[in-house]
């Protein structure tokens, strides 16, 4: 005699089933690991750019200074401060909360800690200072594997 039932069984209902939820997983897994390294990118590319603009608004900053004001700065501290002196009068850099700061306006996001801001000054003769290595290390709050140093040189011209 023929069976002339057709349909699924308990038993193919329950394979099916199980492999749909495998695949599922495989695809759930898939998104999250894609989603993690798409904001790890974020925050990579975020302390990059943190870390560029303090080098252009150093840079800018120098260019248009006359001179260091060494009375108002701290050098050889890793919480330093430096005073530019310029046409304008004296602009300030200084590290308050973990952020650098410019004549009292964060140039780093909250997101981002600045663990060191330390200065030491290049001389021109015993006293006139010609520019400052700056070393400057960025963190960034979310990811604490993450961060950038700069260490770099700038000169009044």
Known sequence: ?????KGITLI???VYIGLF?????MILNFMLSAQ???LRNIRKSNLHHSSTLVVQHFEESFNSALRVNDMNSV?????????????VGAKQYSLINSRLYYDGV?????SISVTRFYLEPVYQGKEDILG??????????????LSERINMLFTIR
């Open 36 to 38: 993690e390294s798409t």
């Open 132 to 145: 400052v290595i700056l070393k400057v290390d960025l963190i960034s709050n979310k990811d604490n594997s």
């Open 12 to 14: 193919e209902s329950l």
């Open 106 to 110: 964060a140039i780093t996001p909250p």
């Open 1 to 5: 005699m023929k069976n002339r039932l």
């Open 21 to 25: 939820a495998i695949i599922i997983i």
């Open 75 to 87: 050098f050889e501290d890793d919480n330093g401060r430096l005073e530019l002196i310029s046409e």
